[in-house]
């Protein structure tokens, strides 16, 4: 079953105003991680999820993409306790394309990922859980292709993948000085648990 999973990032006793700094520093490692260097868009959300955007703006992707410290500080000029700040980044990842009539094949393809920073009182103080900034990586296929037959080639961009995700999430981590990181499931279940029985079933 696909399942979407997370790297939630926390900070010792961060203050409001560094909540940029640290939004950059995550958004620019994806360009030396498999992501593009320029940002797709910005969203600002206030009080929770269920409140219509302050603020968005969709710049596109490569070159039309906004730098991350512009991108950043354009939704920042609305810097509210109760606001989470969502910025939309490609990311670039070996997926088996499955059409019908054609032989399934391996290629890189973008997805867009979510970084979100999370304001100290917006949706009643979700930062605890979800972290001051949250990555959402998006649907964990590209790691597992649970449906597929995975052959030499399979395994390889799997792994692949997945040394991918980890240089970036040491990067995150490492860069932007969290003292916690998270790697989690929507639905609960370890990818490192899946993964290792996945390719365990394959060699």
């Known amino acids: 079953m696909s399942d979407a999973f997370y790297l939630s990032l926390w900070y ?3 203050r409001l105003e560094a909540l940029g700094d ?6 620019e490692n994806f360009r030396n991680h498999g992501g593009e260097p320029r940002v797709y868009s910005a969203t600002v959300w206030p009080v929770d999820w269920n409140e219509a955007p ?9 070159e039309r993409g906004m730098e991350p410290r512009a991108a950043v500080e354009a939704a920042l000029e609305m810097l509210h306790e109760d606001y989470a700040y969502e910025f939309q980044i490609g990311w670039d ?4 394309e499955m059409a019908e009539g ?8 973008p997805r867009l990922v979510r970084v979100t920073a999370f304001g100290p009182l917006f949706s009643e103080g979700c930062y605890e859980q979800e972290g001051h900034l949250r990555i959402d990586f ?8 649970e449906e597929a037959d995975l052959s030499k080639v399979g395994v390889q961009h ?7 995700l980890i240089a970036l999430a040491q990067a995150a981590d490492k860069n932007s000085g969290a003292t916690a ?10 990818l490192a648990v899946r993964l290792a029985a996945r390719l365990g079933m394959e060699n």
């Open 102 to 109: 054609l032989d399934p094949r391996w290629a890189r393809a």
């Open 138 to 145: 998006g649907p964990d296929a590209p790691f597992l292709e």
């Open 54 to 62: 302050v603020f968005q703006h969709i710049w596109g992707h490569g």
């Open 12 to 14: 010792p006793n961060l």
């Open 22 to 27: 640290k939004l950059v520093s995550v958004l």
């Open 93 to 96: 990842l070996w997926e088996l």
């Open 181 to 190: 990181r998270l790697l989690w499931s929507e639905l609960g279940e370890s």
């Open 158 to 164: 799997i792994e692949d993948n997945v040394r991918q």
